[in-house]
């Protein structure tokens, strides 16, 4: 029996709770001191059996990730690990519906709790559809109580969920909102206006934690313009959005102001565990304000010279944090060095730059919530191929394009075999849908050497949003 919980444990659940409480917990933790991992999650774990279960569910599979060396993406379904973790996960949720009709004011915690370790653990299976379901739970539930205003700055409301846990939910609503390409479901920037007084002398930060805290809403409104923006149509709504543009920037430079004044004047007195924090908000921050020039432009349309240093200098940040990284867990539910580098290798000119990110990427395979670094490596330099197979091919060539089964189930997502062998991406050229096929296994075998899957693709597993657009290119001849 584990010291501090009320119930008899098996040697397995044992090791699983052993392993979650000393290894797990300062790896998810991350740089940034939350207090949900250590405190909340960890005490619930001793007091709450739906919790308890689903904690040792999540420590199994990870177990399995760690010890047998699988793939992050892997179908490990014949793992014993994994059986085991389902069985616990099983438990879990036959415990959270036992409860359903509760008026225990802790249930929601208690359920947001569950609902995240459930999230974590099919993100680690690659599950990303049944892991964005526990997500959408999870933010009904939120947005039901209206406990993410505790978020805002200046909104003085309570609630009864704890705003770490709060904030974790609305930092992977950003996150799933880009890799979906879908508006986040809280809104945390209803009053961007009046939300950083650009005359406000006391307006100071004091930790990272208020440095965090204040950027959340700006990410928020950030990704949702960019989501807008990208799905805009109508040319009549294009001057309201370029408004909204110019609000948002100006907020950003604002806080860009604030965390520049707290980095010359506190950087030197953090730890070096908040030192690494602070970069990476700032890393966050700055891909951020490019994402908003370049976020309505074709892929292969981008200016050449205009942002070549602002992307060596994500990158060169995202190198510096990899090196400092001493701890380097395959697990995060936070964002760190990987969307930056995804979204250089995406929009960059520079081949030696985008090398460099893809290296980067390479050299540590984590997640950070739904992103895995290795194959958003491989995406990105995928996505290269078929901008060099668009400006290389025949301009008005009647040559069909190499096409998959018919129809696709789903046209709007990177799509990965379940043996994570094959993949295909869909993207348009001018007003054209096309798709390009490519091996998981060897980089050389795509669609511009002939590789056409006929395989049944029902069952493939959509990663991540795909709505690449190239522009067709002139004919210089």
């Excluded at 760690?66 to 415990?95: I, V």
């Excluded at 979906?180 to 950083?196: A, C, I, N, S, V």
Aim: include cysteine; glycine fraction near 4%.
């Amino acid at each position: 029996m584990v010291h501090g919980t009320r119930w008899v444990m098996t040697s397995d659940e044992r090791r699983c709770f052993s392993y979650f409480e000393i290894s797990m917990v300062p790896t998810l933790v991350g740089p940034f001191n939350s207090s949900l991992w250590q405190k909340l999650v960890l005490q619930m774990s001793y007091a709450e059996p739906a919790v308890h279960h689903a904690v040792i569910g999540l420590s199994a599979v990870q177990q399995g990730v760690e010890t047998r060396k699988l793939p992050l993406f892997a179908m490990a379904r014949k793992c014993d690990w994994t059986r085991f973790a389902l069985e616990q996960l099983g438990r879990s949720f036959a415990l959270l519906r036992s409860r359903s009709t509760s008026q225990d004011p802790q249930l929601p915690s208690i359920t947001l709790v569950c609902c995240l370790l459930f999230i974590t653990f099919e993100l680690l299976q690659g599950q990303y559809d049944t892991a964005f379901m526990h997500l959408k739970s999870g933010l009904d539930i939120i947005n039901r109580l209206k406990a993410h205003r505790q978020l805002v700055p200046r909104d003085c409301r309570q609630s009864i969920v704890e705003q770490s846990l709060v904030a974790s939910f609305a930092h992977m609503d950003n996150q799933v909102a880009y890799f979906q390409r879908k508006e986040p479901t809280l809104h945390l920037d209803d009053d961007l206006e009046d939300y950083l007084p650009l005359e406000d002398p006391k307006m100071v930060f004091c930790s990272l934690g208020d440095i965090r805290r204040t950027f959340e809403p700006l990410l928020n409104a950030g990704t949702r313009f960019m989501i807008q923006s990208g799905m805009n149509t109508d040319p009549h709504h294009t001057n309201n959005l370029l408004q909204k543009k110019q609000r948002l920037l100006s907020q950003l430079h604002r806080f860009s102001r604030l965390f520049e004044l707290f980095r010359r004047e506190s950087y030197q007195h953090l730890s070096s565990k908040e030192q690494l924090g602070a970069d990476i908000v700032l890393l966050r921050q700055r891909t951020l304000l490019l994402n908003l020039d370049t976020c309505v432009r074709p892929w292969n349309d981008r200016p050449v010279d205009n942002y070549a240093s602002d992307h060596e200098d994500i990158v060169t940040m995202a190198e510096g944090i990899i090196c400092r990284t001493s701890v380097r867990p395959s697990l995060s539910i936070d964002v760190g060095i990987v969307l930056p580098l995804c979204l250089v290798v995406l929009s960059c000119r520079d081949p030696v730059v985008r090398r460099r990110a893809v290296d980067a990427l390479r050299s540590w395979p984590h997640h950070e919530g739904p992103w895995d670094s290795s194959l958003c490596a491989q995406i990105a330099m995928e996505t290269t191929k078929i901008e060099i197979h668009i400006a290389t091919r025949k301009i008005g060539s009647k040559k069909p394009i190499p096409r998959g089964p018919s129809p696709l189930p789903r046209n709007d997502c990177v799509m990965i075999s379940p043996d994570r062998r094959l993949g295909y991406i869909p993207y348009t050229v001018g007003d054209v849908q096309e798709f390009w096929w490519f091996s998981l296994e060897d980089e050389d075998l795509n669609s511009s050497n002939g590789l056409v899957s006929s395989y049944d693709v029902t069952n493939w597993t959509p990663f991540m949003a795909s709505r690449f657009s190239y522009i067709q290119p002139r004919d210089t001849s």
